[in-house]
């Protein structure tokens, strides 16, 4: 969706390096949801944010949205090879619609 | 527990043939959607349906119709395949309302080829 708005579009790390994916929207975003994709495999699901200053971490990731809810961003410490894939943010950005859109997807790749 | 069962899982069409994908969940969820996953554009929803015998359009509905005559179907169906309908297709299941739960699950995709 052009209303998500996901950077970088592809990102190289070395292993044991940070990174960070952004998703932004110039709506509220209601109902965050950050995914990852194995290249060619179905969607797992790693967090749903839904407060504004709200953050979750799973393991080595950790995900926040921004007080305004407009911004939210993965950060993932010391990467490995296992975190490789396409990460997808999504979101109900209208409120009460149940509309849920999706952002282009960053590809991230590991190299160890 | 099955979750969301999509079928077909591959297919192979010819321009202008029809068939219909079905999504099938087992957990009673109220709401459905169909994405279509293109390379680079990430997921992009064609249709969703809040509750049985409802739908509305996604960002990219034309070309599709959906049913939701039981509410554990969602039916994605293509009246004339074109080739830029090649794509993988997700369905997603959520119980109700988008902010009064979380993971939105998703089926294993269908992967359609239409020549």
Redesign the interface.
């Known amino acids: 969706?052009q209303e998500l708005e996901?950077s970088p579009?592809s990102l190289i790390v070395q292993e044991g390096k940070n990174l960070t994916i952004n998703c932004t929207s110039s709506k509220t975003l209601?109902?965050l949801?950050w995914?990852k994709q194995k290249y060619g495999e179905?969607?797992i699901?790693l967090m749903?944010l839904?407060k504004g200053g709200e953050e979750k971490s799973h393991e080595k990731i950790t995900a926040k949205l921004d007080e305004k809810k407009q911004q939210s961003s993965l950060h993932i410490t010391a990467s490995q090879p296992s975190h490789a894939g396409i990460y997808?943010c999504?979101a109900?950005i209208l409120g009460?619609s149940?509309?849920?859109?999706?952002?282009?997807?960053t590809k991230l790749t590991v190299n160890p | 527990n099955a979750g969301v069962t999509q079928t077909p899982k591959f297919r192979v069409l010819k321009t202008g043939q029809s068939m219909t994908l079905l999504c099938a969940q087992d957990m009673n969820h109220e709401y459905m959607y169909w994405y279509r996953q293109d390379p680079g554009m990430g997921l992009r929803l064609i249709h969703y349906s809040v509750g049985e015998g409802t739908t509305a359009k996604g960002e990219v509905p034309d070309g599709y119709n959906v049913s939701r005559l039981k509410k554990q179907n969602f039916l994605l169906g293509l009246e004339s395949a074109a080739p830029s309908q090649t794509s993988v297709y997700f369905c997603a299941s959520i119980p109700r309302g988008v902010r009064a739960v979380g993971e939105l699950f998703f089926g294993e995709g269908s992967r359609l080829t239409v020549l």
Not at chain 1, 98 to 105: A, I, T
């Open positions: 969706s996901q579009q209601y109902g949801y995914y179905g969607l699901f749903m839904q997808l999504g109900d009460g149940e509309k849920l859109v999706f952002g282009k997807g």
